[in-house]
T-cell receptor, first 114, second 114 residues
Framework: AQTVTQSQPEMSVQEAETVTLSCTYD???????LFWYKQPPSRQMILVIRQEAYKQQNATENRFSVNFQKAAKSFSLKISDSQLGDTAMYFCAFMKRNGNKLVFGAGTILRVKS | KAGVTQTPRYLIKTRGQQVTLSCSPI?????VSWYQQTPGQGLQFLFEYFSETQRNKGNFPGRFSGRQFSNSRSEMNVSTLELGDSALYLC?????????????FGQGTRLTVV
C-alpha cells in the first residue's frame, strides 16, 4: 500500500516571498504520478502541478515548481512570489501509473500574509 | 466545457436515514472516483467507476455503495447514516485509468448527519 506524509500541518509566508512545502511518500511501485492539489476555502480541489516518476526533470508551472527526489521518495512544492490568493490547504497525492485512485497526504495549511 | 457537477451541495439528514449523492463528470470522461473528506481522517478514497464497472473500492463499510450509469454519471448511496458520516464528499472525473491522469474535482456535497 502507498502512503503519503506531509509533516507540516501549517505554514505561513509573507507576500512576495518563497515557501517550500514538504511531502514524502512510500511505495514499491516504479511507475507512478505525484501531484500537488490546492484547496482554497471554497473547497474546490485544484490541480497545481503534476510529476511523472519516470521523468527526471522537475515539473514547473509558472510560480510553482517541485523538487522530486525519487530515491529519497521526496516531492516538495516551491511557491515563488507568494500571493494572497495562494492561501489554501495544499495536498500532496500519489497515483499508480495505470491507476485512477489518488492517495492523499494530510495536507498543509498555507497562509500568505500581507 | 462544463466542469464536474455535484448535487446537492448541502444536505442535512438524520441518523438512520439514507442519502444519495450525484456526480456528473466532464463530458467525455468515463471515470468517476469518490472521496470522503473529514477533519479527522482527511481525504479517503471511497470507490472508482469506469465504464459502469467498479474498479476499486476503499476501506469503507458496506453501507457505502455506488454505481455509474451509461452516460458516466455516478451516484453514491449511504444507508443507515451515522453521525460519523458527516463529511464533505468529493467526486473526481477523468478520462480513464492511465489516460491523461489529471482528475478534475467537483465542489463537493457537504453532508451533515444530526
Amino acid at each position: 500500500a502507498q502512503t503519503v506524509t506531509q509533516s507540516q500541518p501549517e505554514m505561513s509566508v509573507q507576500e512576495a516571498e518563497t515557501v517550500t512545502l514538504s511531502c514524502t511518500y512510500d511505495t514499491s511501485e516504479s511507475n507512478y504520478y505525484l501531484f500537488w492539489y490546492k484547496q482554497p476555502p471554497s473547497r474546490q480541489m485544484i490541480l497545481v502541478i503534476r510529476q511523472e516518476a519516470y521523468k527526471q526533470q522537475n515539473a514547473t508551472e509558472n510560480r510553482f515548481s517541485v523538487n522530486f527526489q525519487k530515491a529519497a521518495k521526496s516531492f516538495s512544492l516551491k511557491i515563488s512570489d507568494s500571493q494572497l490568493g495562494d492561501t489554501a490547504m495544499y495536498f500532496c497525492a500519489f497515483m499508480k501509473r495505470n491507476g485512477n485512485k489518488l492517495v492523499f497526504g494530510a495536507g498543509t495549511i498555507l497562509r500568505v500574509k500581507s | 466545457k462544463a466542469g464536474v457537477t455535484q448535487t446537492p451541495r448541502y444536505l442535512i439528514k438524520t441518523r438512520g436515514q439514507q442519502v444519495t449523492l450525484s456526480c456528473s463528470p466532464i463530458s467525455g470522461h468515463r471515470s468517476v472516483s469518490w472521496y470522503q473528506q473529514t477533519p479527522g481522517q482527511g481525504l479517503q478514497f471511497l470507490f472508482e467507476y469506469f465504464s459502469e464497472t467498479q474498479r476499486n473500492k476503499g476501506n469503507f463499510p458496506g453501507r457505502f455503495s455506488g454505481r455509474q450509469f451509461s452516460n458516466s454519471r455516478s451516484e453514491m448511496n449511504v444507508s443507515t447514516l451515522e453521525l460519523g458520516d458527516s463529511a464533505l464528499y468529493l467526486c473526481a472525473s477523468s478520462s480513464g485509468p492511465g489516460q491523461n491522469t489529471e482528475a478534475f474535482f467537483g465542489q463537493g456535497t457537504r453532508l451533515t448527519v444530526v
